[in-house]
């Protein structure tokens, strides 16, 4: 590595110094309380997934060159030179990190090593050693935002078919699905394919909601990637429509990241005050549910189902009831994983994983521990409103022979809606308990 690019590695960790970064890293005893909070290092055993030592890793550049101790006595002060090997290290810890933050929550002094795996990723950029792909998908949602007339038409026919689609559904030929309507009071953001589009249309079509399907996808991989500035600029493409159709609330897909991005991190990253709400779409099933907008029709699922608690929506943006009380509505045998809610084990495909196939093989190994859980259920149905958990859970399902049915909370409620048998969605799964064997 030469001066100029140790000298820009330096410079953006000395940028990221702040009193939080300080605290953390001077906070922690190497306690390793981590190590069996966290799914990675559970299953593999290997150092570089332990979260004090990913944490380590910056540690020890900032002894090397921000502490007199370091610089002069480096092998003394565990300090160590920002070299390609260290970089290979960090690249490897922390583009594997699901960013899950159960480590955190059992931290004796709550140190969030996400956070400062957010400045890890900001020194690997500098470096030209940011994920590849990640940067591929996150320049090509901010080309898609800087070139959306090119786009849009392509969007306006796919939308046309999709609608046919929903018609044939819900048996009305009137059903649209509306785009770039100007004083709707919501604007979905959808993921990019249909399986994100129709079983919310159809519950906002049964509510008689006024709606408009966003332009843009809620995905956004400039978070994934660490890359603050694309990040904000994804996200401005949503942040700008809503604005210029003059909606009161944006509402985002099952989809955790995406919420926590326009929810909770947004506002930081543009320096400005959003002018309308943002709600998850677990948020809004719940509340429509339990204000009379749309009603589960009785006979209820009889076979298991069980819940997972998606990482950023639960852990880190408090959804818990609100799922569990829409599935108390439609399954009469739900079965809770153990554990679950807080202390729930994550999936293995957070943080942009399964858009990374380097890093296939490692997350299905990581996510060993998830597929026990749900196997202890019995359940025949996995309901889970995060597209990556759904992803990961699916990859599981196959590798470790589950027997079961992945699907997402919109799509459970609109089969209910439309008067569609949950139960021909199973592939497996039992209808109630084995009796005890002698």
Partial sequence: MNKTELKTITGVLEQGMNRQLLYYLDVCTRCSICKDACHQYVSTGDVLFLPAYRAELIRRVYKKYFTRSGLFLPSLYEARESDDRLLDELYRSTYACTGCRRCMYYCPFSIDTTWVLGVAKAMLIAAGKGAQILTELAGAAVSKGENIDLFK?????????????????????????PIEKEGADILYAALAGVHSILPPSVIFHKAGLNWTLSLFE?????YFLGDVEKGRIIAKRIVDEAKRLGVKEVVISECGHAYRVMQYLYETWA????????????????????????????????????????????????????????LNQVASNLRELNPSREKNWCCGGGGGLVAQPEFDEFRIKTGERKAEQIKQTRAGLVVSPCENCRLQ?????????????????????????????????????????????D
């Fill in 271 to 326: 320096k400005e005050e959003l002018s309308f709400g943002v709600t998850a779409m677990v948020e809004i099933i719940a509340r429509l549910i339990e204000e009379g907008s749309i009603e589960i029709p009785s006979g209820k699922e009889r076979k298991i189902v069980t819940y997972h608690d998606p990482c950023q929506v639960g852990r880190n943006a408090g959804f818990y009831e609100e799922p569990r009380y829409v």
């Fill in 153 to 177: 038409d392509i969007m306006l026919d796919l939308n046309k078919e999709t609608e046919k689609e929903l018609q044939s559904l819900i048996g009305d030929s009137k059903a649209t699905i």
């Fill in 393 to 437: 859970i699916t990859a599981l399902n196959e590798k470790y022979d589950m027997g079961v049915k992945v699907t997402g909370l919109s799509d459970v409620v609109a089969n209910q809606l439309i008067g569609r048998d949950i139960a021909t969605s199973f592939e497996a799964g039992q209808t109630e308990e084995p009796e005890d064997e």
């Fill in 218 to 222: 809620s995905a956004n991989y400039g």
